[in-house]
Each structure stands twice: as C-alpha cells, then as structure tokens.
C-alpha cells in the first residue's frame, strides 16, 4: 500500500524558473514530513523539513507548503539552478515507529 | 565528521550465493535504519535498530533477509539464497535517536546474476 503519492514523475524548469512538486498522504498519524534530493549515485541527504502544526516553511531558496485538512504538502524551488538537478523525494513517518515512507521521486532537470 | 559508510560500495553476485553488507554508522548514532531502493523507486524501508536490538523488522520482504548489530554500532544485512529481484540499493541510514534526523549513506549497489 503506498502510502505517501508523488507528482510528477519528472519535471524539465528552466534557469531561474520556479520548480513545484506535490506530495498526498493517507496516514493521518504521520507527524513529520522531510524532503530529501538525491543525486546520481549518492545516498538520499535531507533538503527540508515540516510538521503538520505548521502550514509553510522556508529555508533559503527552498519552501515547504503544508495543507493538513487536504493532507497534502508541496516543495517549492525557487530561482531554479542547473545544479538542482537531482531526485526529490517526499517522506513522511510516524516518530514512534523510525521509518520513514518515502514518495516515488522526481527527477527534476534545470536547463541552463 | 564522518558521515555513514557502507561496504562494499557495489556487489555481483550469482543466483543462490549468500552475500553481506556492512553498514558504518555515524559515530553516537543510536538508531540505523536499512532501507533498499529499487530502480526508478524511492526508498523502502527494511529494518531499524534502536542499540542492539531490531525494533522494528517489518519491512524484510522474507526470512532469506536479516540484519544484526550486534554492539550497538556497526550492522550487517545478510542476505541467503539471492535472487535476481534482490538487485537494488542497499542504504543504510543512523540518527542520534529515533526521532532525528535521518543521515544516508552511498548505499551499496547489489546485482544478482
């Protein structure tokens, strides 16, 4: 049962455009949501983070956008650069369980 | 500081061999996490461990998988019998404790012939 649904599968912006990727859950428990980019060859690293009692965040060119009711969040780059280019991931967990349930990933590419 | 090293960093193997991944966790790290991440595919979640002891084993797909860490530091996923869907990544993950954050290793490249 997949539990956390990613959109879209893949995304081409062009330099200095804004890149927008859609996360939906179901589990209504989850109480914290990561964004992760994960480049060729590397381990996922953590880009962001939110929890539900907060509606947005934003941490330099990067921004989470969290609705609780439609149980949807979103990643916001903006200013996108070529060396954005990378897999994004959506996650969510529980914190008393430890694992987190990751998105299928978007594979984002910046044209110069 | 040093981040999370696996080893090896990728593995070729035939149909039916045993095989194990080593997973080197961020020093004081009390929990490690494995995760496998088929093609194309986000992380699935495998196993963790708080200390010693495997928490929470439901992700491992068969009893053909298993993990140890047997000193609270270093762990192993040993799997028997593979088989040519066992071919994946293999990522380990450890955080301070079980509700922080989560720091990824390279992952270990797994290929069943």
């Known amino acids: 049962q997949q539990q956390v649904k990613q959109s879209p599968q893949s995304l081409i912006v062009q330099k200095g455009g804004i890149s927008i990727i859609n996360c939906a859950y179901e589990?209504?428990?989850?109480?914290?949501f990561p964004w992760y980019q994960q480049f060729p060859g590397k381990g996922p690293a953590l880009l962001i983070a939110i929890r539900p009692d907060v509606s947005e965040k934003k941490e330099g060119r990067f921004t989470i956008s969290f609705n609780k009711s439609a149980k949807q969040f979103s990643l916001h780059i903006m200013d996108s650069q070529p060396g954005d280019s990378a897999t994004y991931f959506c996650?969510?967990?529980?914190?008393?369980?430890?694992?987190?349930?990751f998105g299928q990933g978007t594979t984002l590419q910046v044209k110069p | 500081g040093a981040g999370v090293s696996q080893t090896p960093s990728n593995k070729v193997t035939e149909k039916g061999k045993y095989v194990e991944l080593r997973c080197d966790p961020i020093s004081g790290h009390t929990a490690l996490y494995w995760y496998r991440q088929s093609l194309g595919q986000g992380p699935e979640f495998l196993i963790y461990?708080?200390?010693?002891?495997?928490?929470?084993d439901s992700g491992l797909p068969n009893d053909r998988f298993f993990a140890v860490r047997p000193e609270g530091s270093v762990s192993t996923l040993k799997i028997q019998r593979t088989e040519r869907g066992d071919s994946a990544v293999y990522l380990c993950a450890s955080s301070l404790s079980l509700q922080e954050t989560q720091y990824f290793g390279p992952g270990t490249r797994l290929l069943v012939l």
């Open positions: 589990n209504t428990a989850f109480d914290y």
């Open positions: 996650a969510a967990w529980t914190g008393n369980t430890g694992k987190l349930i």
């Open positions: 461990f708080q200390g010693t002891g495997a928490a929470d």
